[in-house]
């Protein structure tokens, strides 16, 4: 049977596609920049499609027995009827909502079958698009009035700084986005950055920068007055972040890669010093679902470890009064009560406040958690 133009990319990219190797999105984008002659809806259309294969990828091998190149799962998936298969019976539960059982089990031991099954089908749907406005430049209403007549976009529920838009868009096209006036940012990662309650004068560590996202929302409590450093093992995401703080306004923000000489000289001197650990985006399997097809318990294991090394490599840094907040996008207890409750048993450290937790929910937050941690006095 002949291809249509958006099958054959469809295909074309799926073949192309190593689980181990390039995150989806990563892979997806250079496909598109790779062959500029598919245009803006085709692009929509391809990487949607591509898209539900992944997240539903289990339920439709089920139906591809032997045969499980991707244009069998294509045409299956093409077959498929979602909404009867989550109701039979006849297929096991973690097939129907298409999360490995690898996976599944430690989600339906720690949450009940309901609500694992409730969790794993949530993150077969689409995430919403959320942005998080810099009041250091603009507000909320203003951004909102000036999209009422363009856009269909709400406050966030739980984030005063967040909107939600009904629609996908390419936000760097917007003179708002240009401008500073605002950066993509799930509500729930907006939280936990609130976390960090900076205030002016204060000296902050964003140990696990990245690209910068959580800094450059809490930078505005400090009022430009005392100073971020960011600090990542990875060069990009760090030129990335200095790129973010320029277009935001950020100017008492340093980049310190773990080289750097200079952070032998922040030691014992920070106020506040988050740490955003990497881990196993179990709560982001929505905007990342080739992650749960890489989980596996030995993963897991990894994972905790290099919390945990984090945590030990970070504590030097912070002052006598300071405090840790210890954040994942991870649902799993491994990852974020029962580390917490190693770094209090170990270190000598107690909570501040209550934890933030988050689950997936549809049209709603991704699934995080933080914790606010102190030395027992």
């Not at 799962?73 to 097939?95: G, M, V």
């Not at 077969?124 to 250091?136: C, D, E, K, Q």
């Not at 048993?345 to 933080?370: A, I, N, V």
């Amino acid at each position: 049977m002949k291809k249509t133009f958006r099958e054959y990319h469809i295909l074309r990219a799926l073949n192309a596609y190593d689980f181990h190797n390039a995150p989806l999105d990563v892979h997806l984008s250079k496909y598109f920049r790779e062959n500029r002659a598919i245009g803006s809806k085709d692009r929509k259309e391809i990487g949607e499609a591509i898209y539900a294969m992944i997240r539903w990828l289990a339920l439709i091998d089920h139906f591809c027995e032997e045969q499980r190149d991707w244009e069998s799962r294509y045409h299956a998936y093409r077959k498929l009827s979602i909404k009867k298969c989550l109701t039979n019976s006849s297929i096991p539960p973690h097939i129907r909502v298409s999360c490995p059982k690898i996976l599944f089990t430690p989600l339906r031991s720690h949450f009940g079958e309901e609500k694992a099954l409730e969790l794993c089908q949530v993150n077969n749907t689409r995430a919403p698009t959320t942005i998080r406005v810099n009041v250091l430049k603009t507000n909320r209403q203003t951004l909102l009035s000036s999209w009422k007549d363009s856009f269909s976009a709400t406050p966030t529920k739980h984030s005063v700084w967040g909107v939600q838009f009904e629609d996908r868009h390419n936000f760097s096209t917007f003179e708002s986005f240009k401008q500073g006036h605002f950066e993509v940012q799930d509500e729930a990662s907006q939280l936990i950055a609130n976390l960090v309650e900076a205030k002016p004068g204060d000296q902050v560590l964003d140990y696990c920068a990245g690209a910068g996202g959580k800094t450059l929302a809490f930078a505005h409590k400090l009022q430009g007055r005392g100073q971020i450093y960011l600090h990542d093992i990875r060069a990009l995401p760090l030129t990335k972040a200095k790129r973010r703080l320029k277009r935001a306004g950020i100017e008492n923000a340093q980049i310190l890669q773990s080289h750097s000489s200079n952070l032998e000289n922040l030691k014992g001197k920070m106020d506040w010093i988050l740490l955003d650990v990497p881990c196993s985006g179990s709560g982001t399997l929505r905007r990342n679902p080739d992650l749960k097809w890489k989980f596996t318990p030995e993963l897991l294991k990894r994972l905790i470890a290099e919390q945990r090394k984090i945590f030990t490599e970070a504590l030097p840094f912070l002052g006598p009064k300071g405090k840790i907040v210890y954040a994942t996008c991870s649902i799993l207890p491994e990852e974020n009560e029962e580390q917490c409750s190693h770094f209090q048993e170990t270190y000598g450290f107690d909570l501040c406040g209550k934890p933030f937790r988050s689950l997936p929910t549809e049209g709603g937050m991704d699934g995080f958690y933080g914790v606010t941690l102190t030395r027992s006095s």
